[in-house]
């Protein structure tokens, strides 16, 4: 049996449409996977929350919250922290 892993996404926090919509496609297809990937995490402020250690564990989001990702143009990392 393989082992169920977890992701990281490095989205950047930055406002742009495509990004945000990026990162809802990361974390539907993550949690429809399950059965290969446990959680993912994204970098608070993109790359820099992963080289600072400051991560979100987006496992946590509703399914709503991150389907709203789609039709909103504010860094996704953003969003989930608010």
Known sequence: MARIKNAFTPNPAVSLPSSTQSACGV????RAHRDKIRKVFAGRNGIIGAL????IDTSKESASAIAALKN?????????SL
């Open 27 to 30: 974390l539907e297809t993550a």
């Open 72 to 80: 909103h143009t504010v860094g996704c990392v953003r969003i989930m």
């Open 52 to 55: 600072s250690e400051d991560l």
